[in-house]
Structure formats: C-alpha cells, structure tokens
C-alpha cells in the first residue's frame, strides 16, 4: 500500500483551485493575464496602498523583479505577487492560531 505524499495532493488541489477559479473569474470578466506590474498595479493588483507594498519591499517581504526599469521604476511579476500573497495568509494564519 503507498503512503499519500501530502505535499503533491496539496500541489495539485492547488493547481485545480487555481484553474476554477481563473475560470470563474473569466466568466465574469475579471481575469488578469497581466504578466507584469508596475509599483502602482502591482499595490492594486494586492489591494494594497502603495506605501504598503512600499513597506513590505523595504522589509524584505517583497523583491521587485525589475527593479531598474525606466527612470528608476519598479516591476513586480504576477508570480512573485501570488507567492508574496499566499505567504502572507500563511504567516497571518499562524499568528492567529
């Protein structure tokens, strides 16, 4: 009998939540296929002012991925934004618990 690996169940569920409610979110209009955001979007894009996501870059919490673009702006990639967001439920979770 093999033992489930917990982290690949946990990796595929969240695969699938991903894709239904990308789906969903299509269906209504709202799906962002943006692949990159500047400082302004990217605080947007995490319902964010941005002198929070200021803040969170200044602590570390948060790398811009192109943090030279034109005139010295910053561009953050969709990917790192998710990770940046998970993470932080993650943390505020474990304080609550």
Do not use: C, H, W
């Amino acid at each position: 009998m093999e033992l489930l690996n917990l982290e690949l169940l946990q990796r595929m569920i969240k695969k699938i939540v991903r894709e239904v409610v990308r789906e969903e979110l299509k269906k209504r209009g709202n799906v962002i296929d943006q692949k990159m955001f500047n400082r302004k979007e990217a605080a947007k894009y995490l319902g964010f002012s941005g002198g929070t996501l200021d803040k969170a870059v200044r602590l570390g919490k948060l790398d811009p991925t192109f943090p030279f673009g034109d005139e010295g702006n910053k561009y953050y990639l969709r990917e790192d934004l998710d990770q940046f967001a998970e993470e932080s439920k993650r943390r505020y979770l474990e304080k609550a618990i």
